[in-house]
Every structure is written in C-alpha cells, then in structure tokens.
C-alpha cells in the first residue's frame, strides 16, 4: 500500500486523539449500511495528497467509494492517486482540463453512485469517524449533516478550533448554520444525494464556487444535525489557497458572478431562510468581506475602479442594503459604514473613495 508504513507520522494532534477518545460506529449505521460518496478534487499537491487518501480510507465505516478528479496537475500528484487506487478498488481516478475547485466538484458529482455525498480538499485531512459520525445525523432524519472543524500545520499541530456545529437548541438549526461562520464550506458536511437533484444546485467557477451555491443547498433543506465532533482537519500550509492568496480586483471581484448565481436560486431557498441570509449574510460576503480585501490593492485608481464595480453591483442587486439587519446590527458604528457616510458615498456609482 503506497506510503502506508509511515502511518504513524502523520496521525497527531486530532487523528491521535479520535482513535482514543471517539466512540464506535453505532450499531444504526452499521445496520442500514448506505453507500457514501467522498468527492476529492487534486490539483499539484504531490507533498499533501497522500496524507489525505490515507486518513479518507482509515475510516472506521467502510462503505464507501472515493472519487480523485484530477484537475489538470502538471506534479505527480496523479501518480500517486494511482498508485492507491491500485492499492483500494473503492478508489476511481479521473483526470479533466484544468477549470478549478468548483468545475472538479461537479464533475465528480455527476460520477458519484452514493446515496450520501460529502468533500474533502486534498490537502486537508480527516479523523477516522468522519464518515460515521455524519452518518448518525444523516439517519436522524437530516439533509445535511455539519462537522466542527481544526485548523492544523502540516505536522498535526492545532492551531485553532471552530465549534461551529454546536448546537443547542436555541434557534432553528438551519438558520443557525447560516448565522455561522461555516455556511460557505463544502467540505465539512456530509448531504443526501437528493439536494443535487436540482441541477442548478452546483458549484461555481473562480475564487468563492462555494458562495455561488452552499447557501442555497442550505436554505433549501428541511433539517440540519450537527455532529459536535472535530472531524475535519484544514491544513494550513504554505502555498495553499489561503495562506499564499494575493487579494487582485478580479479575484475580489470574482465574488460579483458568485452572487449572481446564488440570488438566482433564491426560489430554491424556503422563503424563511432567503430573508434570513439576505439580511444577515449576503452583504458581509459581497460588500463588506470584499471591500476590505479591495483595501489592499495598492494602486489608488485600480482600486477605485474595482470599488466602482463593486459598489455599482451592490446598489443594482441589492436595494436597500443599507437597511439590512446586518449594517443596521454590526456597522452601523463600524469604521466604515462611518467612513462612508461622512463622504456621502453610500455606495454610489461615481466610484468616490
């Protein structure tokens, strides 16, 4: 089995702990035994990629196909998927033209036999109860099942945690994962195939492909169940996406087409839950998250003009924004809001600021 003897060089930190401390897979699960689907897009992540095939096939639930959709690597990273799915017959590479995160999600999608679909980054990695404890949600009758998640070094070392998924009863649980930090991410949820039976329900292009559909996906189901268990591990590594990204107008402004798509599945959305991400999510993703990325653009008139665009996008598509709970809730005394205001721009056409 490829890279298997070094096993124990990567189980730290929440790998470790999951062996010893998580509890069995439950008898349920077991019984019913549905057929996942574990989507991994891979693109030039030779050092990291192994890692991650290796923590999806220690999984404690072992009824599950692993789907590599290769997404134009120019590294070795499709031999070695290769070389494991020699290893594992659960294991189906496919390569395809090079067209991004979102477009390798969706062609895998469009490949998966499993009843339950969940994603994994290929540089990330997970515990051994991943798939199970999902399961446990899933079999309580939701749509969706929510993971906590870690932020971890390469090594294993934690850096932080996110408890996003727990849940206390205090509100709705869709409308709480969409009041979260986490409604944006694919990979730490596991989704009964039937919410991709809507075709317009599929990832989008360019820099923010989960924006441009995970909300809806949400908003469209009918029960959420959050596992409270840290299951995921999102390597923070040099040279990823996150730690590398050089903010640039157009991928700022790659958030314009996301939008778009997503405020075009708002039938999709139960009405309830479309109110509640329009007032409290849309313009901290669209206006505030990308105004203040804009803020780094050095040149004075590149970022005025990417701002133009910006703020022309947000007066077009989303009237009143001003009068959202969520400025009216957080920015009302924030600096910009305030920095706004005192210039008379709110946003306006003529691209001041």
């Not at 790998?15 to 991994?40: D, E, K, Q, Y």
């Not at 409604?183 to 991709?196: G, L, P, Q, S």
Request: proline residues 4%; charged residues 25%; aromatic residues 12%.
């Amino acid at each position: 089995m490829p890279e298997l003897k070094s096993r124990g060089a990567y189980e730290t930190g929440l790998s470790h702990v999951a062996r010893i401390l998580m509890p069995s897979i439950s008898t349920g699960v077991l019984r019913t035994n549905p057929f996942v689907t574990v989507i991994v897009p891979v693109f030039n992540v030779e050092q990291y990629v192994g890692a991650c095939l290796r923590s999806i096939l220690a999984q404690d639930y072992p009824n599950f196909e692993l789907l590599i959709i290769d997404d134009g690597s120019a590294d070795g990273s499709r031999a070695i998927c290769e070389d494991y799915a020699e290893y594992d017959k659960r294991i189906k590479v496919f390569s395809k033209r090079n067209g991004g995160l979102g477009s390798a999600r969706n062609f895998g999608l469009e490949r998966a036999s499993g009843d339950l679909i969940c994603f994994v980054d290929s540089d990330d990695r997970v515990t051994t109860d991943f798939v199970s404890s999902f399961l446990e949600r899933i079999l309580d009758g939701h749509d969706i099942a929510v993971s906590d998640y870690a932020s971890v070094l390469p090594d294993g070392r934690i850096l932080n945690t996110n408890l996003i998924a727990l849940y206390d009863g205090e509100r709705d649980p869709v409308t709480h994962l969409m009041l979260s930090d986490n409604e944006c991410n694919a990979w730490n949820k596991m989704y009964r195939r039937k919410v991709f039976d809507n075709e317009k329900l599929r990832f989008g292009s360019g820099w923010f492909e989960d924006f441009a559909c995970i909300p809806a996906i949400i908003g469209s189901s009918d029960s959420v169940g959050f596992t409270n268990r840290v299951t995921y591990q999102y390597v923070q590594r040099e040279g990823s996406i996150i730690s590398s990204i050089k903010i640039t107008p157009l991928r700022a402004l790659d958030i314009i087409d996301a939008a778009k798509r997503l405020m075009q599945l708002e039938p999709v959305f139960k009405p309830r839950h479309w109110h509640t991400y329009y007032q409290w999510k849309l313009v901290l993703h669209v206006l505030y998250f990308r105004w203040a990325d804009l803020a780094s653009v050095k040149d004075p008139d590149t970022r005025r003009k990417a701002r133009t665009e910006l703020s022309t996008f947000v007066n077009d598509n989303i009237p009143l924004w001003f009068m959202t709970e969520f400025v009216k809730e957080r920015l009302n005394t924030g600096s910009l809001i305030r920095r706004l205001r005192e210039r008379k721009f709110v946003f306006d056409v003529r691209g001041s600021a």
